[in-house]
């Protein structure tokens, strides 16, 4: 990671990245117009006449099946007991509506309703995907098991309310859709829609809303169909859902329903409500056994750019070979680490009283810098997330150096000088891992200071089920495809090249679980240097004017001044470098990933 930069310019990137960045080798030349500097973009636009087969009509799977995991309690074993309601997650659908137009590529989307529903449990809501995507969800259906009569967990609803329909819409579209909003009984939420093929009301014991204090607050996620800025569906989006609380302590569990907001019938009909594991269990989270089995499964490849020559190294070698600890105030007197980081500072906070730098001399300081691939360790963490029902298996790879961020000025590539550089780079990928049946859905490539999910059908795969990254030439920021990213505005930005090499790290092969704070601490035992919170480098004193000055002497006329435009652009925090946190210090540790 190399700059601090805010998040919400991370989330229009991320948007972005989410929706254009969908082929290997695609690029973004300008974040605002997202237009390409790889011809093969024009595939984006696909147009309507195409007769190819959309890609929602084939199901995505797992490169290979999921394997049988070693035996555990709860994880992989198909229901999940959120304290008084049973979930099953079902991934087997019916279609009930499709458009072939609007929303993700112009592509429409389609909805669907579980099938195959096992025997005692009942539907919560429908599904619906974009059409641009490989068929790949999943909604959870559930099982009353409070046994309580009076107040049981699940009741069907009293009514429906149509919120939208596409009669009168001239869209090409499979006959015609309603979408439906279950009229709960007195405290009780509905969690999801009905979507129906004619005008009459669904029965009312289609589906089930869920006792209010089983559930919890919920939001919108990313965008299925609508009206965009395009067309004007009736006022019509459609979102899928998410718990608006995600932390590791969150009890929200999503339900893969969705949202529908129609502008024309206001926001009291909005579904606004997702599960809750009320007893905050942990049942379904893997044994460490488990754990092993899904990295070897899925543990990412991670490639890094044949140019790059500032590669990761395990923790220990860094220490062993010539990294040192700087007191403040005695600063002629630094300090070797030990392997673990037995003698670094415990706890406290970033105070600046300590850091880390490269050996003194200049021979053993550029060899560390350059770290050791063959020695590389990854540094897995592992959490539960969004009420249990999820594993985030967070995989973090440690590089002694940064190297200096490069620019990108219209057909020119320049290198910052000195800035961006620093020394102790930590980079991270998360797998997402469902509990109910041990499938990898998602992956989260930190990208500087935020980052991108990517669902498992935009994911690239090798070797098996085993993801495949690519950290950035210098900066490491992680992708999920080769190419290059440019971040920034009219031609002008920071480059990210990606691209594979023989340099590739098979992040499985070395990995060490240093935190789970879910088991026993007598499973995983931290190793000091994780209880380290200051720095990993020190403040690089260079002066940010003069590195420009340097850059700007090259540039004639209109790009010097689309140049100092975009460097003015940069948020302070890009320049006054300093070296890094440590894992525990960031802001995801105990939380969901930038998003
Ligand atoms: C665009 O990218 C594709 C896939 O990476 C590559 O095969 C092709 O040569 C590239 N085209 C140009 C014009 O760079
Ligand atoms: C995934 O599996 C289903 C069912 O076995 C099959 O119909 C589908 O074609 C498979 N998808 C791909 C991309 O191979
Ligand atoms: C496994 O699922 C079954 C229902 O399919 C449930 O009765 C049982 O309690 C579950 N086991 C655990 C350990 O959660
Ligand atoms: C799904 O479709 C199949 C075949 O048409 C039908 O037998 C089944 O009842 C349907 N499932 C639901 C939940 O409607
Ligand atoms: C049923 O649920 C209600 C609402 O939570 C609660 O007040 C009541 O005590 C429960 N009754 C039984 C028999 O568990
Ligand atoms: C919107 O809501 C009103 C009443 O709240 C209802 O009569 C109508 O059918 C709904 N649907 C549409 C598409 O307007
Ligand atoms: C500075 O560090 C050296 C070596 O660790 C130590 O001997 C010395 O006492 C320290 N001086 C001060 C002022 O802390
Ligand atoms: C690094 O620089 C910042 C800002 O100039 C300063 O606040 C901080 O104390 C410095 N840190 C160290 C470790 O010297
Ligand atoms: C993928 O698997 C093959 C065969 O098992 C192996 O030779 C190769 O090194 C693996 N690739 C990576 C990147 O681990």
Known sequence: MFLGFKAE????????????????????????????????????????????????ETIFNLSSAIPTWPPGKGFANGSIDLGGILVYQVSSFNKTWATHEGGPDNLGATFYEPSSIPKGYFMLGSY?????????????????????HSRPALKMPVDYTLVWSSESLNINQDGHGYIWLPTPPDGYNPVGHVVTSSPEKPPLDKIRCVRSDFTNSAEVDSWIWGQGDVVNYNGLNIYSSRPSQRGTQSLGVPTGTFIAQSQNNGTSTMISACLKNVKASLSAMPTLSQIRALVQAYSPLVYFHPDEPYLPSSVGWFFQNGALLYIKGNESNPTPIELKGSNLPQGGSNDCAFWLDLPRNQQAKERVQKGELQDAEAYLHIKPVLG????????????????????????????????????????HVTLRVSN???????????????????????????????????????????FSSAGLVVQGNNGVGLRNDCEKSNMVMDTGTRSIVFAAEFLPSSMV???????????????????????????????????KSAFKKFVNGLPKEVFGEEGPTGPKMKDSWNGEENS
């Open 9 to 56: 310019r991370f989330l229009s990137l991320a948007l972005l990245l989410h929706i254009v960045c969908t082929s290997p080798g695609i690029c973004l030349e300008d974040s605002t117009m997202g237009n390409c500097l790889n011809s093969s973009c024009s595939s984006l636009s696909i147009s309507k006449e195409n007769s190819e087969p959309l890609p929602i």
């Open 128 to 148: 619906s995907q974009p059409n641009n995507k490989l068929l790949f969800g999943w909604v959870l259906t559930a099982k009353d098991v409070t046994n309580n």
């Open 388 to 427: 249990g029902t999820f594993t985030d298996i967070v995989v973090w790879l440690f590089y002694p150096f940064n190297g200096a961020a490069r620019a990108k000025i219209k057909f020119l590539t320049v290198s910052l000088g000195k800035i961006g550089e620093h020394v102790g780079d930590w980079e």
């Open 436 to 478: 109910f049946d041990g499938a990898l859905k998602s992956v989260y490539f930190s990208q500087h200071n935020g980052g991108v999910w990517v669902d498992a059908p935009g994911l690239e795969f090798q070797n098996g089920s085993k993801p495949v990254a690519y950290a950035s030439l210098h900066g490491h920021a992680m």
């Open 525 to 559: 035992v931290e190793p000091p240097w994780l209880n380290y919170a200051r720095k990993w480098g020190p403040n690089i004193s260079y002066n940010t004017d003069d590195e420009l000055k340097k850059v700007e002497k090259f540039l004639l006329g209109k790009l």
